[in-house]
């Protein structure tokens, strides 16, 4: 039995160049399954709920296959990898529906901060409870998925000093979202931010992981993670889908994993001092991803963001060959161990030496 997975992809269309190119009118309208974003240049496309990860890894490959052909036909264009403008204009929006009152607002509270590629990995669980609960252990762990993803070094040409300049620089909104304690306090509280304005709609909470589902936030049925960099690797996409999905497994099987009872931080202040650690625990791997050292949200020790991975792979190793995904866990492994971006490297590849 395997838990069903699905994906948002988002992308930058251009030249082979690296000219960053807005075509997402033209593409919407002939092909069927790619919506637009704000920007011109980003398209999105979602894959359909699937378990099995040989069909999981069609569903992503097929939609890219078609518009590559799709562009091709267009011109001198294609799909460019990475989550940020790396070589494009991020002084500039480039509005892809001008008449669209959502996207105005977007526009004037967080400009281009907003026009960058990534990835949102769902998973489905239909028990609101259980849903919560995974919500907040996947949370305070986010950052360990930032730093398997994180591959946005460079905006404008430029070095900018993170590993994830996506995250980086994307506006978490809103700036306090905490670790909900129960379907009745997310109903609870996204009332209260849609009053207060600091949400337009249901849809405005950009934080690392949210509840999500067709009536939001009533009926929900997926966990979905936003925090991951643009992977154009399928295979490596799926193992980050794999170590979530062994992850959640054990959760399932323990609900003790719940960090607001299975953490020793004080009881009194422990939901804050959680998201304290978290976000700082984010804002070190959007700089050093698997070199930087995080806080556990167990204790608070520190602990190497690659250590830490490595722990989890070992623990989650046997619940994904109990459920059958072990071989599409295994390049995690190989991912943790990479060696990342140091700013010699960095400084070589904007140079083009």
Known sequence: MQLSKGFEVEMYTGTPQGDIVGLSDQIVAALDGFVREPDSRNVEYTTAPLCNYERLLCALVSPRRRLRKYLHRLGDFTILPGSTLSLGDSHKFHRSDPGNAYHTYIEQTYGTRVVTASIHINIGISDPDVLMRACRLVRVEAPLYLALSASSPFLDGAVTG????????????????????????????????????????????????????????????????????????????????????????????????????????????????????????????????????????????????????????????????????????????????????????????????
């Open 162 to 353: 993170y590993h994830s300049t996506r995250w980086g620089l994307f506006p978490a909104t809103p700036t306090h979202v905490p670790l909900f304690e129960s379907h009745a306090h997310f109903i609870q509280w996204t009332h209260e931010q849609l009053a207060a304005g600091t949400m337009q709609n249901v849809r405005h909470l950009w934080s690392s992981v949210r509840p999500n589902g067709d009536r939001r936030p009533y009926n929900l049925n997926r966990l979905e993670l936003r925090i991951c960099d643009l992977m154009v690797d399928p295979l490596a996409l799926l193992a980050v889908t794999a170590l979530l999905e062994a992850r959640l497994w054990m959760l399932l099987q323990d609900p003790l994993l719940d960090p607001l009872t299975a953490s020793s931080l004080p009881t009194a202040t422990r939901g804050e001092d959680l998201l304290d650690i978290t976000q700082a625990n984010e804002a070190a791997v959007a700089r050093q991803s698997l070199d930087a050292e995080l806080h556990h949200w167990q204790d608070g020790r520190p602990i190497l963001a690659r250590d830490w991975i490595a722990q989890l792979y070992q623990e989650c190793w046997p619940l994904a060959q109990q459920h059958g995904f072990s071989c599409f866990l295994s390049p995690v492994k190989k991912t943790s161990s990479r060696r990342q971006y140091g700013p010699a490297l960095a400084t070589a590849i904007s140079a083009g030496s």
